[in-house]
């Protein structure tokens, strides 16, 4: 559609939808703020860091734990072969399942991230669209002096 002075605009109605999604992008990125400002406030309330001592077990005895726990061996047999204590093999086995002490909190709530990909997209759509009427106006202004050096060049 032209306007008064025979330049391209866009249509209203469509203008209208890309103000309302700029509105609606800044309102995400206000709320996404707020939420990243919220995180760390959540998770050390709902998952405190780990109450008690560290557990008597190394990562490699942990993991031997958990190997022999899932082919079916008894806790007493486990604890016999690593030589760590009923106790220590049973929280090892409850940590892994998500039950006991450190189980019952809910998962951590991660951070949103910023999708740098997804924004310059949307950036570069944005300019395009922002330069489509006056890119238009120019076409149809080289056009229109191209057909008219090629109505002199007839003669």
Same mark, same amino acid.
Request: some cysteine; proline content about 3%; aromatic content about 6%.
């Given at each position: 559609?032209?306007?008064?002075?025979?330049?391209?605009?866009?249509? %209203?109605?469509?203008?209208?939808?890309?103000?309302?999604?700029?509105?609606?992008?800044?309102?995400?990125?206000?709320? #996404?703020?707020?939420?990243?400002?919220?995180?760390?406030?959540?998770?050390?309330?709902?998952?405190? @860091?780990?109450?008690?001592?560290?557990?008597?077990?190394?990562?490699?005895?942990?993991?031997? #734990?958990?190997?022999?726990?899932?082919?079916?061996?008894?806790? %007493?047999?486990?604890?016999?072969?690593?030589?760590?204590?009923?106790? &220590?093999?049973?929280?090892?086995?409850?940590?892994?399942?998500?039950?006991?002490?450190?189980?019952?909190?809910?998962?951590?709530? %991660?951070?949103?991230?910023?999708? @740098?990909?997804?924004?310059?997209?949307?950036?570069? %759509?944005?300019? &395009?669209?922002?330069?489509?009427?006056?890119?238009?106006?120019?076409?149809?202004?080289?056009?229109?002096?191209? #057909?008219?050096?090629?109505?002199?060049?007839?003669?």
């Amino acid at each position: 559609m032209r306007n008064q002075e025979g330049l391209w605009c866009v249509d %209203r109605e469509h203008s209208e939808f890309f103000q309302h999604y700029d509105v609606l992008w800044d309102e995400n990125q206000r709320l #996404v703020r707020q939420w990243n400002k919220f995180v760390p406030e959540y998770n050390s309330i709902v998952s405190p @860091r780990e109450r008690g001592r560290p557990l008597a077990a190394s990562k490699a005895q942990q993991a031997d #734990v958990l190997r022999r726990h899932k082919r079916r061996a008894s806790l %007493r047999a486990i604890a016999a072969a690593t030589s760590l204590s009923l106790r &220590t093999v049973r929280t090892i086995v409850e940590k892994a399942e998500g039950r006991g002490r450190a189980g019952k909190r809910t998962n951590e709530v %991660r951070r949103k991230e910023f999708d @740098r990909l997804r924004a310059a997209g949307y950036r570069a %759509r944005k300019k &395009t669209r922002d330069r489509l009427p006056l890119a238009i106006s120019e076409q149809l202004k080289t056009g229109a002096a191209l #057909v008219k050096a090629a109505k002199g060049l007839g003669r």
